[in-house]
């Protein structure tokens, strides 16, 4: 039988889907059975518009639910729960056994109200979002620490099926009521795409209704590893000129949800094929034609693509949940042996989010993507500051893209510290131990990125040696990483940023010295000796001074 809806007589419409007849008054369910449901359609009126579907067979067992949801429709009042739904993406998440991050209701009742209720009842937090469109979130702080996003939103139709027929691809178009917790509404077929690994639009015009979601479901193929038809592909191509008038905000977290991925290159490539690519990131756009330096073959786009790959892939190996099948690799798993002691650590920095739902993750990626491009030679910028890093004259033309991307400050601070320093750990990369004090200096100028560069650093160097790496050349660089994650992580405090013998105002004072350069680089001289264990008290810090000052 063919899964698509069918005109039928009269007002009523009816999808044709395997199954139990369900028959639906006003969003509510009225009756179940085919002979019950017809019933019910010659006894409603005109005005009413049943609307009628067939319940996806529920064998072996429901969708599987997270707690939460059971403590939700317990808080709800008895007057909501008939009108209201389980939505989107938990929907589909539960039909994978994947895990529900986010759980989003809809509701033919008040929607501010039932928020309102759920958080008094769940002590969460409770925020209106959209009070014109009926929207809210409640914060629940769940039993493990985490915290879960709810948003209730009010029907954008006249009832669930028709809310459910607007929406973007066929797999976020179901609904699972929260009354009936086994009933799956799924008006498009968006369990048997899941099936099929396929990805289709719910309606023709989803797309052109909305540009973003052109990015959603590349995001959506990628995370699912699902094939777009033909009909999504034309729609999403078309979509490109059509994103310049969506929000920066909406384009930004898309990317970056997109650059979060567990295989963002590959992302990449498809934007990239549908024409999205320039559109978002137009600095990139350069790389295209830009050759690789001889003999290095392709251009500077593939190089990057490449980069971008390989830093997946280590941060695959890398991950609390790590990749095996990718630690088979000679160069990733010794890169997994030696640096996986650290591995909830950089599983902890890689989540860690500077802005609420931009991971660290996805901004490294995101330096990794900026980091070939062109440096700005033709630009006008600012003449280069004191102690400037090589490269930075290129800030501007990543502040642009960050900014064009409505990006934090203190996002674009890390791309942009991310990009200059990328090439840092490479100079340390001999056969011999960093020192400490080599060490410490690396930690000071790489800054709050120190750790990131070097994971950069190594995805840049497998990618520009590809299978030419030298085996005793990986050890090298790996070995030099460790250290940087033993000092970090095992001797912060002794190396990355000791605790200073002496302050500014100390030192002034011992030497009547005024603040300025002269006064900086003896602070910084200082935490320099003490990280190489050449000063150890406060004496010997006065003594070191003083010396100092007078050479100078």
Sequence with gaps: MARRSQPAPAAHKIVLLPGQWQAFHNGELAASGLTAALAAAKTSTPAKQPAFLLQQPAEPQAPELPPLCETIARALPAAAMPVTWLTGGAVRDALLGAPIHDLDYVTGADALKIARTVARQLNADYYVLDEQRGTARVIVNAADGARVVVDFTRLRAPDIVSDLLL????????????????????????????????????????????????????????????????PARIAMRAAAPLLARCSAERIRDELCAILGGRSPAAALRVLDTLDLLGVCLPAIMPLKTAAMPAPQPGTQWEHTLFVVERLASLLGVLGRAHDMDRASEFALGFAAGRLGRFRDQITDRMEQELSPGRSVRALLMLA???????????????????????????SALIRQQTTALKMASVETAFVQHAVHCHTLPAQHYSTRPMTARELHIYFRTTKAVGLEVCLLALADMLAHAA?????????????????????????????????????????????????????GLLLIGLSEAQAAGELTTKAEALEWVRLRAQET
């Design 368 to 394: 990794a993507l900026l980091h070939a491009c062109p440096e700005a030679s033709n630009a006008k910028t600012a003449p280069l500051h004191a102690g400037a890093l090589p490269g930075s004259h290129a």
């Design 467 to 519: 299978a030419t790496l030298k085996q005793s050349t990986w050890i090298a660089a790996v070995d030099r990483s460790v250290e940087m994650h033993e000092a970090f992580h095992l001797s912060k405090s002794v190396i990355v940023q000791p605790e200073r013998l002496l302050t500014g105002d100390e030192v002034m004072a011992a030497l009547q010295l005024p603040q300025g350069r002269a006064l």
């Design 167 to 230: 929406r973007d691809f066929t797999i976020n178009s179901m609904a699972i009521a929260v009354a009936q917790p086994a009933l799956l509404l799924d008006p498009a077929g968006g369990e048997a795409d899941l099936r099929a690994k396929q990805l289709r639009l719910t309606g023709a015009g989803a797309i052109a209704d909305d540009a973003v979601r052109a990015l959603r479901g590349v995001r959506l193929a990628n995370q699912l590893h699902l094939q777009i038809d033909k």
